[in-house]
Protein backbone atom coordinates (compact mmCIF):
# COMPACT_ATOMS: atom_id res chain seq x y z
CA UNK A 1 0.00 0.00 0.00
CA UNK A 2 1.66 3.69 -0.79
CA UNK A 3 2.30 5.76 1.99
CA UNK A 4 0.57 9.00 2.01
CA UNK A 5 3.45 11.85 1.94
CA UNK A 6 3.38 14.93 3.71
CA UNK A 7 4.51 18.22 2.16
CA UNK A 8 4.78 21.42 4.54
CA UNK A 9 3.74 24.48 2.99
CA UNK A 10 4.86 28.01 4.12
CA UNK A 11 3.67 30.77 3.08
CA UNK A 12 6.30 33.69 3.77
CA UNK A 13 5.03 37.08 1.67
CA UNK A 14 8.00 39.16 0.30
CA UNK A 15 11.15 38.02 1.42
CA UNK A 16 14.40 39.64 0.69
CA UNK A 17 16.49 36.90 -1.44
CA UNK A 18 19.68 36.25 0.84
CA UNK A 19 17.46 35.30 3.44
CA UNK A 20 15.38 33.22 1.18
CA UNK A 21 18.70 31.88 0.15
CA UNK A 22 20.00 31.26 3.74
CA UNK A 23 16.52 29.36 4.44
CA UNK A 24 16.97 27.20 1.47
CA UNK A 25 20.39 26.08 2.37
CA UNK A 26 19.16 24.98 6.13
CA UNK A 27 15.79 23.03 4.74
CA UNK A 28 18.32 21.69 2.36
CA UNK A 29 20.42 20.46 5.44
CA UNK A 30 17.65 19.32 7.64
CA UNK A 31 15.80 17.12 4.59
CA UNK A 32 19.14 15.53 3.70
CA UNK A 33 19.06 14.38 7.56
CA UNK A 34 15.48 13.84 7.67
CA UNK A 35 14.90 16.51 10.31
CA UNK A 36 11.65 17.75 8.50
CA UNK A 37 9.83 16.31 5.49
CA UNK A 38 9.27 17.71 1.90
CA UNK A 39 8.52 21.38 2.30
CA UNK A 40 7.28 24.32 -0.21
CA UNK A 41 8.14 27.48 0.19
CA UNK A 42 5.73 29.96 -1.43
CA UNK A 43 6.54 33.92 -1.59
CA UNK A 44 7.98 37.00 -3.31
CA UNK A 45 10.96 39.19 -3.61
CA UNK A 46 11.75 42.48 -4.07
CA UNK A 47 13.12 43.72 -7.37
CA UNK A 48 16.10 40.99 -7.57
CA UNK A 49 18.36 39.65 -10.45
CA UNK A 50 19.61 36.36 -9.95
CA UNK A 51 22.68 34.51 -12.47
CA UNK A 52 22.92 31.22 -12.08
CA UNK A 53 26.02 29.16 -12.07
CA UNK A 54 27.35 29.52 -15.56
CA UNK A 55 27.71 33.14 -14.34
CA UNK A 56 26.71 34.28 -17.91
CA UNK A 57 27.08 38.42 -16.95
CA UNK A 58 26.79 39.37 -20.23
CA UNK A 59 23.20 38.91 -19.85
CA UNK A 60 23.03 41.67 -17.85
CA UNK A 61 22.59 44.95 -20.06
CA UNK A 62 23.11 47.69 -17.50
CA UNK A 63 25.95 48.32 -14.86
CA UNK A 64 25.65 47.45 -11.43
CA UNK A 65 25.47 50.78 -10.15
CA UNK A 66 22.20 51.61 -12.68
CA UNK A 67 20.68 48.29 -10.96
CA UNK A 68 21.37 49.64 -7.95
CA UNK A 69 19.37 53.13 -8.81
CA UNK A 70 16.61 50.73 -10.14
CA UNK A 71 16.42 49.80 -6.67
CA UNK A 72 17.08 46.10 -7.75
CA UNK A 73 19.69 43.65 -6.18
CA UNK A 74 21.99 41.58 -8.09
CA UNK A 75 22.78 38.13 -6.75
CA UNK A 76 24.94 35.33 -8.29
CA UNK A 77 23.75 31.41 -7.46
CA UNK A 78 24.38 27.97 -7.66
CA UNK A 79 21.26 27.11 -9.76
CA UNK A 80 20.68 26.14 -13.15
CA UNK A 81 19.79 28.71 -15.72
CA UNK A 82 20.49 31.39 -16.68
CA UNK A 83 19.79 35.30 -15.50
CA UNK A 84 16.49 36.01 -14.83
CA UNK A 85 14.21 38.62 -12.23
CA UNK A 86 12.29 38.38 -9.42
CA UNK A 87 9.99 41.10 -8.00
CA UNK A 88 6.54 41.78 -6.16
CA UNK A 89 3.42 40.33 -7.97
CA UNK A 90 5.60 37.30 -9.25
CA UNK A 91 4.84 33.92 -7.77
CA UNK A 92 7.74 31.87 -6.94
CA UNK A 93 7.80 28.76 -5.44
CA UNK A 94 11.08 26.72 -3.81
CA UNK A 95 10.33 23.03 -3.14
CA UNK A 96 12.51 21.45 -0.70
CA UNK A 97 12.13 17.33 -1.79
CA UNK A 98 13.61 14.58 -1.72
CA UNK A 99 13.71 13.15 -5.37
CA UNK A 100 15.03 10.08 -4.07
CA UNK A 101 12.11 9.22 -1.95
CA UNK A 102 9.70 10.26 -5.08
CA UNK A 103 11.77 8.32 -7.55
CA UNK A 104 12.34 11.24 -9.89
CA UNK A 105 15.02 12.53 -11.82
CA UNK A 106 16.40 15.51 -12.42
CA UNK A 107 14.64 16.23 -15.85
CA UNK A 108 11.31 14.38 -14.88
CA UNK A 109 11.45 17.16 -12.10
CA UNK A 110 11.88 19.97 -14.35
CA UNK A 111 9.17 18.61 -16.54
CA UNK A 112 6.47 18.44 -13.51
CA UNK A 113 7.26 21.72 -12.37
CA UNK A 114 6.57 22.75 -15.72
CA UNK A 115 3.15 21.04 -15.67
CA UNK A 116 2.72 22.97 -12.46
CA UNK A 117 2.90 26.29 -13.95
CA UNK A 118 0.70 24.91 -17.10
CA UNK A 119 -1.85 24.10 -14.59
CA UNK A 120 -1.95 27.45 -12.78
CA UNK A 121 -2.35 29.40 -15.95
CA UNK A 122 -5.02 27.19 -16.86
CA UNK A 123 -6.94 27.94 -13.76
CA UNK A 124 -6.78 31.12 -15.56
CA UNK A 125 -8.09 30.35 -18.98
CA UNK A 126 -4.67 30.89 -20.25
CA UNK A 127 -2.71 28.32 -22.72
CA UNK A 128 0.61 27.31 -21.71
CA UNK A 129 3.04 24.97 -23.25
CA UNK A 130 6.84 24.31 -22.62
CA UNK A 131 9.36 25.83 -24.57
CA UNK A 132 11.49 24.46 -27.51
CA UNK A 133 14.21 22.27 -26.85
CA UNK A 134 16.87 24.19 -25.20
CA UNK A 135 14.00 26.30 -23.37
CA UNK A 136 12.77 25.43 -19.97
CA UNK A 137 9.86 27.39 -18.32
CA UNK A 138 6.58 27.73 -20.06
CA UNK A 139 5.58 29.86 -22.84
CA UNK A 140 2.32 31.49 -24.02
CA UNK A 141 2.92 31.77 -28.11
CA UNK A 142 6.38 32.77 -28.10
CA UNK A 143 5.97 34.91 -24.66
CA UNK A 144 7.77 33.45 -21.40
CA UNK A 145 5.15 33.24 -18.75
CA UNK A 146 7.15 31.07 -15.90
CA UNK A 147 10.61 30.38 -15.56
CA UNK A 148 12.35 27.96 -13.92
CA UNK A 149 16.16 27.25 -12.26
CA UNK A 150 17.02 24.56 -9.54
CA UNK A 151 19.87 23.04 -7.90
CA UNK A 152 19.97 19.41 -6.36
CA UNK A 153 22.21 18.22 -3.60
CA UNK A 154 22.42 15.15 -2.22
CA UNK A 155 18.89 14.36 -4.40
CA UNK A 156 17.35 17.50 -2.80
CA UNK A 157 15.71 20.14 -4.41
CA UNK A 158 16.35 24.23 -3.93
CA UNK A 159 15.29 26.76 -5.60
CA UNK A 160 12.61 26.52 -8.18
CA UNK A 161 10.10 28.21 -10.35
CA UNK A 162 8.85 32.07 -11.25
CA UNK A 163 5.16 32.75 -12.64
CA UNK A 164 4.59 35.83 -13.54
CA UNK A 165 1.30 36.99 -12.34
CA UNK A 166 1.38 40.99 -12.82
CA UNK A 167 5.30 42.02 -12.06
CA UNK A 168 6.46 45.13 -13.03
CA UNK A 169 7.53 43.68 -16.92
CA UNK A 170 9.88 46.62 -17.64
CA UNK A 171 12.73 45.31 -15.35
CA UNK A 172 12.96 42.20 -17.99
CA UNK A 173 14.60 45.09 -20.60
CA UNK A 174 17.54 45.45 -18.75
CA UNK A 175 18.39 41.22 -19.27
CA UNK A 176 18.52 39.19 -21.92
CA UNK A 177 15.57 37.13 -20.05
CA UNK A 178 17.09 33.59 -19.48
CA UNK A 179 19.64 33.98 -22.27
CA UNK A 180 17.24 33.82 -25.07
CA UNK A 181 17.44 37.12 -26.68
CA UNK A 182 14.59 36.78 -29.49
CA UNK A 183 11.49 35.86 -26.71
CA UNK A 184 9.66 38.29 -25.20
CA UNK A 185 8.12 38.12 -21.24
CA UNK A 186 4.79 38.43 -20.13
CA UNK A 187 2.23 38.04 -17.25
CA UNK A 188 -1.16 36.81 -16.40
CA UNK A 189 -2.08 40.31 -16.03
CA UNK A 190 -1.32 40.93 -20.04
CA UNK A 191 -2.81 37.43 -20.99
CA UNK A 192 -5.85 37.98 -19.39
CA UNK A 193 -6.33 41.85 -19.04
CA UNK A 194 -7.93 41.36 -15.61
CA UNK A 195 -6.18 42.95 -12.42
CA UNK A 196 -5.72 40.04 -10.35
CA UNK A 197 -4.27 41.55 -6.90
CA UNK A 198 -6.30 39.91 -4.60
CA UNK A 199 -4.82 36.67 -5.49
CA UNK A 200 -1.26 38.30 -5.47
CA UNK A 201 -1.55 40.92 -2.71
CA UNK A 202 -1.89 38.23 -0.19
CA UNK A 203 1.15 35.74 0.03
CA UNK A 204 1.60 34.37 -3.34
CA UNK A 205 0.42 31.08 -2.39
CA UNK A 206 -3.28 31.98 -2.61
CA UNK A 207 -2.72 32.23 -6.76
CA UNK A 208 -2.30 28.35 -5.94
CA UNK A 209 -4.36 27.18 -3.09
CA UNK A 210 -6.96 29.33 -3.07
CA UNK A 211 -9.11 26.63 -3.58
CA UNK A 212 -8.41 22.99 -1.71
CA UNK A 213 -8.87 20.96 -4.50
CA UNK A 214 -7.32 23.16 -6.53
CA UNK A 215 -4.40 22.72 -4.09
CA UNK A 216 -4.74 19.04 -4.93
CA UNK A 217 -5.10 19.09 -8.52
CA UNK A 218 -1.42 20.85 -8.94
CA UNK A 219 0.64 19.57 -6.18
CA UNK A 220 -0.56 15.89 -6.76
CA UNK A 221 2.70 16.33 -9.29
CA UNK A 222 4.99 15.88 -6.48
Not at 16 to 28: F, G, P
Not at 29 to 47: A, V, W
Request: glycine residues 10%; positive net charge.
Amino acid sequence: MKVPRSLQIWRLGIVNYSDALKLQEKLVSDRKIHKISDTLLSLQHPPTYTLGKRRTDHNLLISEAELKKLGAELHYTQRGGDITFHGPHQAILYPIISLRDIGLGARNYVEKLESTMIEIASLYGVKACPGQKGETGIWVGDRKIGAIGVRIQYGITSHGLAFNIDPDLNYFKHIVPCGIADKDVTSLRRETGNGIYEAVEKPAPHVTYSKEHQCHQVFHLF
